[in-house]
């Protein structure tokens, strides 16, 4: 699906996604990737939902988002309540969602200038 909105100033835009693939500004990535409006760590670790641990978000921690998006890939899946509740006392209000949610999610709050960031897992086909 593509992704219209266009704020002007954000330097990390979602702006299509689909199975196996998530396009930010013009590069399209086919791998599981953290994106937020200031970088993009494009080789994410990332782990099956169920061994996601708060070393899987350390790269975020630096950038201190106060909304952290994890979109769980076609369908939404909660990670261990131990994971969220760890990542809340760091500070990061997570929410997880399907990574269509994430993505569109993504762009709204970074066009209000929210400190967002989004771990993207890749809708399987």
Request: hydrophobic fraction near 45%; proline fraction near 6%; charged fraction near 20%.
């Amino acid at each position: 699906m593509k992704v219209s909105l266009d704020t002007g100033t954000a330097s990390h835009l979602i702006k299509a996604y689909g199975a196996g693939s998530i396009q930010v500004n013009e590069t399209v990535y086919s791998r599981d990737l953290i994106v937020m409006p200031e970088s993009i760590e494009p080789e994410w670790a990332s782990a099956p939902i169920a061994e996601l641990t708060p070393e899987h978000f350390a790269i975020v921690r630096e950038y201190a988002p106060e909304i952290l998006l994890l979109g769980t890939g076609r369908s939404q899946i909660f990670p261990p309540a131990r994971l969220m509740a760890e990542l809340g006392r760091q500070g990061m209000g997570l929410e997880v969602m399907d990574t269509a949610a994430a993505c569109r999610t993504y762009n709204v709050l970074m066009s209000e200038d929210r400190r967002v960031a989004a771990a993207l897992m890749m809708i399987e086909s």
